[in-house]
């Protein structure tokens, strides 16, 4: 079969799927693609030539590009996702972001960046890198230490086993991330003879590994041994689609059940055993449990700084660790007891092993937490709740809403099946602690990377992934400068994302994080330069709801809280891509979300001369000293 190198690539895709649970569906479903010298005669002619076999996306960012394959990845639960096709020189090396967040969080996509001529028939070509110490170098490069596999394609011939090996990577839980294809502009073009076999139809059939017995028994024998018990849901549960699993084992067993920022939604907020988020963005009842645990079960978690409370947050001296992960290089971590398997099949054996069994007619009983464990975390988790309700609350409807009560005014309106994204800033605190999750892919905050400008183009992936749900982006001011472009690509292509803009007029998170350690706010507010060189002038005069306008977005205002809840009802309402534009505030302002009491250690200046960096220091020296490894 005689094609181009493009054109074997193009109709290799639409031949992959996975299959998982004996449900099969397509690996790559789409492709999204900005064209320029680099692709537009490879890639860009082949999508034109067998358009019919791979749907195409036009975008407006090449970083926005990724965001949304990722968006759509994540919303499939790892097992669909898409590609995405660039020129080479800028429009590669804008891949390297989103690439980034797609390996730290463990989420496949396929990147297609151009690359210079293979033959050098001119050299250098137009947006080439010259490297003097290295012929083979291009800026496709960048992307190296930011994908889970690279290969740079320099021959027809090499396209198949570099293909094969980026969909078993991409297919594969343990490996999945950013994989990257870097094709020459002119072997994209050039034709060869490809055999037959090549364009199969492919499954990539993605295991349920089992955890070994001999780890399990000695697992066992520390959650038995257990009083103080607690689950920790990474987003491994919901990768795995375990949600379900993890609740039968916390009801079987009374242990209560905390979250990462990628695991919330593994149980609803209303079930008894949720006591909310974990770590420096999570809730008090969570992080109490937490410094009191005598074991600490993670499942499909890294243990980030924010999870761990940087390393402060597991006080008991006597805590052990079990990690159930499919990937042994976190479930290592924290000196645990590693269980290396897939996360439903781990908790399964884990409930029969717990459960009444008789062996030799000796009786082990199911096990299960002391009930007045259980009753400390209920009551704890009804007084958090409690304390939620009064953050939400809105008495005056005519005053401007803050950020909480934003976020309240959504959860009156939320219906199960809404989706939340959200990435950067101080919203994915706030939710982490407060927001009431009722469906299990709800929630959807990137914090492995916390890329700001992620929230408006994976918002069109998940729209893409399920086009039935409603879908939420939101986005404050600073994140919405940095990447508002793909809201053109939601309107060309009638993707009725709804878009939540918070003007706050800086950079909310960061100013408190700067005041907190000592340097007091420094340009994080949007101000005009004062006489004295500061930002601490007027306001910027920006109007983002304008903007958001200006690229053909349907744009709702709200200027107090009854109007926000208005407008939040009609947005969710539209049929059409719908923003809603409100002001809550200045960046200083304080949002009053109760406090989870959990550190995050960022160095503080050891030497200064300004008060606020000196008191800031004594803090730190202060808080530093709880501190640990788990060893």
């Not at 181009?4 to 299959?19: G, H, K, M, W």
């Not at 597991?314 to 805590?319: L, R, S």
């Amino acid at each position: 079969m005689r094609l181009t190198v493009a054109q074997a690539l193009v109709r290799f895709l639409a031949q992959q799927y996975t299959e998982r649970n004996g449900i099969r569906q397509r690996l790559i479903t789409a492709t999204w693609g900005i064209f320029g010298h680099g692709n537009v005669a490879g890639l860009g002619q082949a999508l034109v030539e067998y358009g019919d076999e791979m749907p195409f996306h036009q975008g407006r960012n090449e970083q926005a590009m990724v965001h949304a394959a990722v968006g759509y990845a994540r919303h499939s639960r790892r097992l669909s996702t898409h590609a995405v096709t660039t020129s080479i020189g800028p429009g590669a090396t804008n891949l390297v972001t989103g690439a980034a967040l797609a390996t730290i969080n463990h989420l496949p996509v396929l990147l297609l960046p151009g690359d210079v001529f293979a033959a050098r028939p001119a050299d250098p070509v137009l947006q080439q890198l010259e490297v003097p110490y290295a012929g083979d170098v291009s800026v496709n490069d960048c992307l190296r230490p930011v994908s889970k596999y690279f290969d740079r394609v320099t021959r027809p011939e090499a396209l198949i086993p570099a293909a094969l090996s980026a969909m078993r990577v991409l297919a594969d839980p343990v490996d999945t991330g950013a994989v990257t294809l870097a094709l020459p502009q002119d072997v994209q073009a050039e034709a060869w003879e490809w055999p037959e076999e090549f364009f199969r139809e492919r499954v990539w059939r993605v295991a349920r590994p089992e955890v070994h017995d001999r780890d399990l028994y000695e697992a066992l024998e520390l959650i038995r041994a257990s009083r103080r018990p607690l689950i920790i849901a990474g987003g491994g549960v919901r990768h795995a689609g375990a949600e379900y699993t993890l609740q039968v084992l916390a009801e079987s067993t009374g242990i209560p059940v905390a979250s990462t920022q990628a695991g919330k939604g593994s149980l609803r907020h209303d079930h008894p055993a949720d006591v909310g988020g974990i770590g420096h963005t999570g809730t008090l009842t969570a992080n109490a449990l937490a410094r009191t645990a005598d074991l600490v079960l993670g499942i499909g978690t890294r243990y980030t700084d924010f999870t761990t409370a940087s390393g402060s947050l597991f006080d008991n001296p006597d805590v052990r660790f079990v990690n159930l992960n499919i990937a042994g290089f976190d479930s290592h971590k924290m000196g645990a007891v590693s269980l290396v398997g897939d996360a439903h099949t781990g908790m399964a054996q884990l409930r029969r092993l717990l459960r009444e069994h008789t062996i030799d007619t000796v009786v082990t009983p199911a096990y299960r937490v002391p009930a007045t464990y259980e009753a400390e975390y209920t009551e704890a988790k009804a007084d958090w709740e409690s304390q939620v309700t009064g953050a939400y609350a809105a008495p005056d409807p005519e005053a401007r809403p803050t950020q909480i009560q934003l976020l309240g005014a959504l959860d009156e309106l939320a219906e199960d099946r809404d989706v939340l994204i959200n990435a950067a800033g101080s919203l994915p605190g706030d939710l982490h602690k407060l927001w009431r999750t009722r469906g299990r892919d709800q929630y959807h905050v990137e914090y492995g990377y916390s890329c700001m400008g992620y929230e408006i183009p994976a918002a069109i992936g998940v729209k893409l992934a399920e086009p039935g749900r409603e879908v939420w982006a939101l986005v404050g001011d600073g994140t919405y400068l940095m990447n508002p472009t793909e809201l053109v690509t939601a309107v060309q292509e009638g993707i009725a994302i709804k878009v939540v803009i918070l003007q706050n007029h800086g950079y909310a998170s960061i100013g408190g994080l700067s005041e907190s350690v000592g340097a007091e706010r420094f340009a994080t507010a949007y101000r005009m330069r004062a006489a004295d060189g500061s930002y601490t002038g007027e306001p910027l005069p920006v109007d983002l709801g304008a903007n958001a306008e200006s690229l053909g977005m349907r744009v709702l205002r709200a200027g107090t809280v009854r109007e926000l809840r208005e407008t939040l009802r009609e947005a969710r309402a539209a049929d059409v891509p719908t923003c809603v534009y409100v002001e809550t505030g200045s960046a200083d302002t304080v949002s009053g979300v109760p406090s989870g009491q959990a550190w995050w250690d960022v160095p503080v200046a050891e030497t200064a001369s300004r008060k606020a960096a000196v008191e800031a220091r004594r803090t730190y020296e202060r808080r530093v000293q709880a501190r640990r490894r788990h060893l």
